[in-house]
C-alpha cells in the first residue's frame, strides 16, 4: 500500500508547466490515478472457462492484491479460442493496467482498468504483422523546459507492402499536470513527433494464418516519450499519470477499434493487433 501512496503522492511533485490557472490546473491533477502495468498468461479451456493463470513475480503487488487479481481473473469467461479451426485449450499472453483511485484521505479504490490477449503461445510469429524497419521518434526540445513526459497510443493501419496507409493517436497519456489548454498542446506536441517517426516504419504482413489473405491490418504502436528522451514507464512498478481522452474519430480504422477498448494495457517497445488472442465475454471487475 506505501507504494500506491506514494506513486499518487507524486502528483504533487510532477511537473507542472508555467502557471495559467492554479484551479484548472489542480482540477486535472485530481484525474490523476497511480497504475501499473502486469503481465502473466491465463490458460483458457475449451469451454472459455479459465483454468489457470500466472502473474510476474516481480510485480510490486501485495498479498492481498495478488489475491484479488486472481479472483477476479477466476471468474473470467471467454469465448473459447480456435485453433486450425477447432476449439482448443489455450494459453496466451496477457497484459493488465491496474488502477487505484483516492477515495477519500483513509481509503482506495483498486481494480483491472483495462487487458490486452495476445495470441495462443504456439502461433508462429508470421501469423501477425511485425516490425521490418523502425525509426526511433524523437523527444521534442520544446516540451524539455516543460519537463513533459507521456505514452502516445497509435493505430496505424498497414498495407500489404508493409507501409503505413493510415496512422491516429487514439490516447496519449501524460505524467504532468497542467492547464487543459497546456495538457492539449502536449499532447499534440508528443502525438506529432511519434507520428513523423512512425509513419516511415516498415512492416511484414502476415503470411501465414487466418488473417494472411487480409488486405490491410490495424495494429497499436505504443511510444514512450521519458523525461528528456528516457524511458519512463516501468512495467510491474507503480507509477501515476493523467489518462488523456481517447479519440474515435478515425473513420479510416471502421467500427471495431472503438469496440476494442482502451489501448493502455499495451506495454512499451511492442506491435499488437488490434485483434487479440482471446476476446473476454465477462466484466473486467466485479
Not at 176 to 204: C, N, P, Y
Request: net charge positive; aromatic share 8%; charged share 25%.
Amino acid at each position: 500500500m506505501k507504494s500506491i501512496l506514494f506513486a499518487l503522492a507524486m502528483v504533487l511533485s510532477m511537473p507542472a508547466v508555467a502557471d495559467k490557472s492554479a484551479d484548472e490546473k489542480a482540477g486535472n491533477a485530481k484525474k490523476a490515478i497511480a497504475t501499473m502495468l502486469v503481465s502473466g498468461h491465463v490458460v483458457i479451456g475449451t469451454d472459455g472457462q479459465v483454468e489457470e493463470h500466472d502473474l510476474d513475480a516481480r510485480a510490486k503487488l501485495t498479498p492481498e492484491m495478488r489475491a484479488f487479481v486472481g479472483d477476479v481473473i477466476s471468474k473470467w469467461r471467454f469465448e473459447p479460442v480456435k485453433a486450425n479451426g477447432e476449439v482448443a485449450r489455450a494459453r496466451v499472453a496477457m497484459s493488465l493496467r491496474l488502477a487505484a483511485n483516492k477515495i477519500n484521505d483513509d481509503a482506495y479504490s483498486f481494480r483491472i482498468a483495462s487487458t490486452y490477449f495476445g495470441n495462443r503461445e504456439e502461433e508462429p510469429e508470421t501469423n501477425s504483422v511485425r516490425v521490418a524497419k523502425k525509426y526511433l521518434p524523437k523527444y521534442p526540445s520544446e516540451l524539455v523546459g516543460w519537463r513533459a513526459s507521456g505514452i502516445v497510443y497509435l493505430l496505424l493501419q498497414v498495407d500489404p507492402d508493409g507501409r503505413v496507409m493510415n496512422i491516429g493517436a487514439e490516447q496519449v497519456n501524460l505524467r504532468l499536470t497542467g492547464t487543459d489548454a497546456q495538457m492539449e498542446l502536449i499532447r499534440e506536441t508528443f502525438t506529432k513527433s511519434a507520428i513523423r517517426a512512425v509513419r516511415k516504419w516498415k512492416f511484414h504482413p502476415p503470411t501465414t494464418g487466418p488473417d494472411a489473405k487480409g488486405s490491410s491490418w490495424l495494429v497499436w504502436q505504443p511510444v514512450d516519450f521519458g523525461m528528456f528522451g528516457e524511458a519512463s514507464a516501468k512495467s510491474d512498478d507503480w507509477e501515476t499519470y493523467i489518462p488523456g481522452p481517447r479519440n474515435l474519430n478515425m473513420p479510416w480504422a471502421g467500427k471495431s477499434y472503438r469496440s476494442a477498448g482502451s489501448p493502455d494495457a499495451l506495454p512499451d517497445g511492442g506491435l499488437y493487433a488490434l485483434q487479440q488472442g482471446a476476446k473476454l465475454l465477462t466484466p473486467l471487475s466485479p
